[in-house]
């Protein structure tokens, strides 16, 4: 099948498990272990906002990095930090130590998320990076599906072979090994998905002789030698999609309780068919892009996206609202399996890693202010207020890329 050989299955293979243990496994349970020690909800949302400035302060540094030790070195090295600062978590209940693993737990995955687009454009030919990033998009997103039900449930398995239970249930005062056991089985999981990607080599693609050993890519450039205009100007796009999904994804929960009253479950329901639909809808990315190109298609999806949300803020039934919502976010989570080969194809190797650290670090930005935000806009406009303005900029997100591309893109 297009998009797919022996190296891209084998970094599927990798992304599968750290998908699974990261952003299933160990981001359910770090909530709930935190709970269980008494933490509150303001100690909680600074644990949880420390990845998001360190990723952010890494993005530059690893980039430079990468250039030199190869892309494929940081995402193994990466990964084996990830699952560390993961453990570490389930090791300590003291602030500090928890504040330093979270810290080290986002500037890894930072550095992870800066290097992997340059180094999976290496593992197929440029005609089939679509296919490629959206079979991986595809494996994530189901990846995640399938770590959040596997984290719901592995508290009890602890417990169970433990024996914390004493055949009564879940007691209260049990609850934190429990869940530390959980942790340490998803730091664990992290770690293994590790292997795959020793077993790449990250040889160059035929078609572009992007690889990752090319002496271009990691030859060092000196500040002014970068052109810095041309990169931002090609990764702005990511910005404007921070801030659409800073003001969505953190409060899909609240919005759907607050507007409908329905339960805790059902909600839990309606967002897991979002993450369904945000897997399965990219995968006719490869279409869209034959009909009117990268940029162009980007450009259309974000527009029908910008529809539905503009459709989610208006509907008053509950069937309706789930309707445009799992429209509205399946088709703009089509935005990154397109637009990641968009911005790569568009620079020689020699600076694709620092684009992917500068597009990090906007989509970081964007993310922030959007989140820091949403009280006050939420007191201005109310929930349906701010939906209208995520359709403006989800709109917005489209032209973006339509003006910054390169031309013929």
């Given amino acids: 099948m297009p998009g797919l050989n022996g190296q891209v299955l084998l970094f599927l293979c990798h992304s599968l498990f750290f998908h699974v243990g990261l952003l299933g496994i160990a981001d359910i349970l770090l909530n709930f272990y935190l709970v269980s020690i008494g933490m509150d909800a303001e100690t909680i949302g600074v644990l949880q906002s420390l990845p998001r400035l360190s990723g952010f302060l890494i993005g530059l540094p690893i980039g430079w990095l990468a250039n030199r030790v190869g892309n494929r070195r940081?995402?193994?090295?990466?990964?084996?930090?990830?699952?560390?600062?993961?453990?570490?978590t389930a090791f300590t209940q003291a602030?500090?130590?928890?504040?330093?693993?979270r810290f080290c737990w986002g500037a890894c995955f930072g550095a992870n998320q800066v290097v992997k687009p340059p180094f999976m454009v290496t593992l197929t030919d440029r005609s089939e990076h679509t296919a490629q990033?959206?079979?991986h998009n595809l494996?994530?997103?189901?990846?995640?599906a399938l770590g959040s039900a596997l984290g719901g449930y592995?508290?009890?398995?602890?417990?169970?072979?433990?024996?914390?239970?004493?055949?009564?249930?879940?007691?209260?005062?049990?609850?934190?090994?429990?869940?530390?056991?959980?942790?340490i089985i998803a730091a664990l999981i992290i770690l293994l998905s590790a292997l795959p990607v020793l077993a790449l080599s990250g040889a160059a693609s035929p078609a572009d002789g992007s690889g990752e050993d090319s002496a271009a890519a990691r030859r060092a450039h000196s500040f002014r030698e970068v052109p810095w205009r041309a990169?931002?100007?090609?990764?702005f796009p990511l910005f404007v999609f921070g801030i659409s999904g800073g003001w969505t994804f953190p409060f899909f929960n609240l919005i759907f309780r607050d507007l409908f009253g329905i339960s805790d479950s059902a909600i839990g329901g309606v967002i897991g068919l979002g993450w369904l639909l945000m897997g399965l809808m990219p995968l006719l990315n490869p279409v869209w892009e034959r009909r009117w190109g990268r940029a162009g298609a980007l450009t259309a999806l974000m527009t029908a996206s910008a529809a539905a949300f503009a459709g989610f803020s208006l509907a008053q039934a509950l069937a309706l609202a789930v309707g445009f919502y799992v429209a509205a976010i399946g088709l703009r989570n089509t935005m990154q399996p397109l637009f990641q080969p968009l911005l790569m194809n568009a620079l020689p190797p020699a600076y694709r890693n620092l684009a992917s650290s500068i597009g990090l670090a906007l989509w970081n930005i964007g993310w922030f202010a959007a989140t820091l935000s949403y009280g006050w806009l939420h007191g201005a406009l109310g929930h349906r207020g701010i939906m209208l303005l995520v359709a403006a900029f989800v709109l917005l997100n489209?032209?973006?890329?339509?003006?910054?591309?390169?031309?013929?893109?």
Avoid: C, H, K, N
Wanted: charged share 10%; proline share 6%; aromatic share 4%.
């Fill in 74 to 88: 940081v995402i193994a090295l990466s990964t084996a930090g990830i699952a560390l600062s993961v453990a570490a």
């Fill in 95 to 101: 602030l500090p130590l928890l504040a330093l693993s």
């Fill in 133 to 135: 990033f959206s079979y």
């Fill in 139 to 144: 494996v994530s997103m189901l990846a995640v």
């Fill in 154 to 183: 592995l508290p009890l398995l602890v417990s169970g072979l433990l024996a914390l239970d004493g055949g009564g249930g879940l007691r209260p005062e049990r609850m934190p090994p429990a869940y530390q056991g959980g942790i």
């Fill in 231 to 235: 990169l931002i100007r090609l990764a």
């Fill in 398 to 409: 489209g032209l973006t890329v339509r003006l910054t591309a390169r031309r013929g893109a």
